[in-house]
């Protein structure tokens, strides 16, 4: 049973769903598996998920499937970062905790559930399903919207009820202080966009503040600038690009908006200390080895 509206796509059949990193990179993905087990990779971690846990895979991870056994079944929800509006991201900003449950999901996509949380998942796949079987869908979609968002802000919640994320200081959302609200934006620009702009001072205008200053709060707040924050996320959709699609080199440099292929190669070389078509190439052969 595959449904998709929009940005939003749901089965009780992974095979049914092609995950095409090309089509997903955008994605957030929540698989529950019901029963068997299925073993694959985010980044260069391996992972199994065995029936009764929770995989949640943030928009622009790779994602490498490996083996699934026979029996492998379970409910997968995919939702384009775009379902998430203004609200959302609110209600995640008031959170303390906010940006260390993000890291925490980016870098642990696999977590044992409670029953609770469980049956919750499951309703909220129920619910989804019945809107998505509606015949006037558009009618519906602010209720699937909403439930889309409703189940990401339970995951989050469930981050604190299983004790996964170090509690912060007792801060309510009424310390938050203002440096702590706009390297949030900032986070969230990173986490929303595609990477393509490189320079601190692009995001520092859409912030309406000055790329020192901004430089200033990010290492106040984490300990590392917003050079190496912009880093880190323009290597890790280079590493998408090249392990996880078809696109040429040329095709790469022009959707991450390089001014052209040889910068594209060096910048590359620089990061990943290999040449892209080397990256692509080395990893390829990692891969059929294993």
Same mark, same amino acid.
């Given at each position: ?130 809107? #998505?079987?509606? $015949?006037?869908?558009? %009618? &519906? +979609?602010? @209720? ?127 990061? #990943?200390?290999? $040449?892209?078509?080397? %990256? &692509? +190439?080395? @990893? ?7």
């Amino acid at each position: 049973m595959l449904k998709v509206f929009d940005e939003l796509i749901i089965s009780d059949n992974i095979d049914e769903v092609n995950i095409s990193p090309e089509t997903f990179s955008n994605f957030l993905i929540v698989f529950f598996c019901e029963k068997g087990a299925l073993q694959f990779s985010v980044g260069s971690k391996r992972y199994v998920a065995e029936a009764g846990t929770l995989v949640v895979s943030t928009p622009h991870n790779i994602i490498g499937l490996y083996m699934r056994t026979p029996d492998l079944q379970g409910k997968i929800i995919c939702a384009d970062t775009s379902l998430f509006d203004d609200s959302v991201l609110k209600i995640f900003h008031l959170d303390p905790n906010w940006l260390k449950k993000m890291i925490y999901l980016s870098q642990n996509p696999l977590y044992h559930t409670s029953e609770f949380h469980r049956k919750l998942f499951l309703a909220y796949f129920n619910l989804l399903e019945i809107y #998505l079987e509606d $015949s006037d869908k558009y %009618y &519906r +979609k602010d @209720s699937i919207k909403l439930l889309a968002q409703s189940v990401i802000v339970e995951i989050m919640h469930q981050l604190d009820n299983g004790n996964l994320v170090e509690e912060s200081s007792n801060k309510t959302s009424a310390d938050i202080s203002q440096k702590d609200r706009l390297f949030r934006r900032f986070i969230t620009m990173l986490l929303q966009d595609a990477c393509t702009d490189r320079e601190v001072k692009a995001y520092a205008d859409r912030l309406l503040i000055t790329p020192k200053h901004l430089s200033y709060i990010c290492k106040e707040q984490s300990g590392r600038t917003a050079s190496e924050w912009i880093t880190e996320t323009v290597v890790r959709n280079i590493k998408y690009y090249l392990l996880q699609t078809d696109l040429t080199i040329k095709e790469i440099a022009f959707k991450m908006d390089f001014p052209d292929v040889s910068f594209f190669c060096k910048y590359t070389k620089k990061h #990943l200390g290999k $040449s892209p078509i080397e %990256y &692509r +190439k080395n @990893s390829a052969e990692s891969t059929d080895e294993g």
